[in-house]
């Protein structure tokens, strides 16, 4: 079901139907890589526009201080970070959490496929800076121009 009231739910509620028909049909048990592929076509299946292993600048004070590969972004504005592992841990929320704020991105997901259920969770960055992520959008934007 759709929370309309939520940000981008319409996205992340077909990024969580990729990801339950994944885990339906492999199961837990498989290394990240292979829920990865396996995302990546099921969520093109479903008309999802992302980009699989997308390298992301890390910022601190607004400065760029290295890179790091959110496992997808989908349609430009939802990191998804998976996780082939028993049981999700506080630490593994708190990595996709610090993701979600050092690549200014307002929309998470982290998905789970180890457990013997699905887990996912929806993430929200409260220190999303809208000015500046439509500043490094433009900068971009006049890069590929």
Same mark, same amino acid.
């Given at each position: ?10 996205? +992340?509620?077909? &990024?969580? /139907? $990729? ?7 492999? /199961? ?15 969520? /093109?299946?479903?008309? %999802? ?9 890390? @910022? ?6 290295? +890179? ?9 504005? &939802? $990191?998804?970070?998976?996780?082939? &592992? ?27 496929? /180890?457990?013997? $259920?699905?887990? @996912?969770?929806? %993430? ?10 439509? $500043? +490094?959008?433009? +900068? ?6």
């Amino acid at each position: 079901m759709i929370k309309e009231q939520y940000k981008y739910s319409e996205v +992340t509620s077909r &990024i969580i /139907g $990729s990801a339950i028909e994944v885990h339906k049909l492999l /199961g837990n048990g498989f290394q990240e890589v292979i829920y990865q592929r396996a995302l990546e076509k099921e969520m /093109g299946l479903r008309g %999802l526009s992302f980009a699989r292993e997308y390298e992301m600048p890390i @910022f601190y004070k607004e400065e760029q201080i290295g +890179t790091r590969r959110v496992d997808f972004l989908v349609e430009g504005v &939802i $990191s998804v970070e998976i996780k082939a &592992i028993v049981k999700l841990e506080d630490v593994h929320l708190a990595q996709a959490i610090n993701y979600l704020e050092a690549y200014n991105l307002e929309i998470g997901m982290l998905v789970n496929f /180890g457990a013997k $259920s699905l887990e @996912f969770k929806r %993430l929200i960055n409260s220190k999303f800076n809208k000015q500046s992520a439509q $500043s +490094t959008q433009s +900068t971009k934007s006049n890069k590929s121009a």
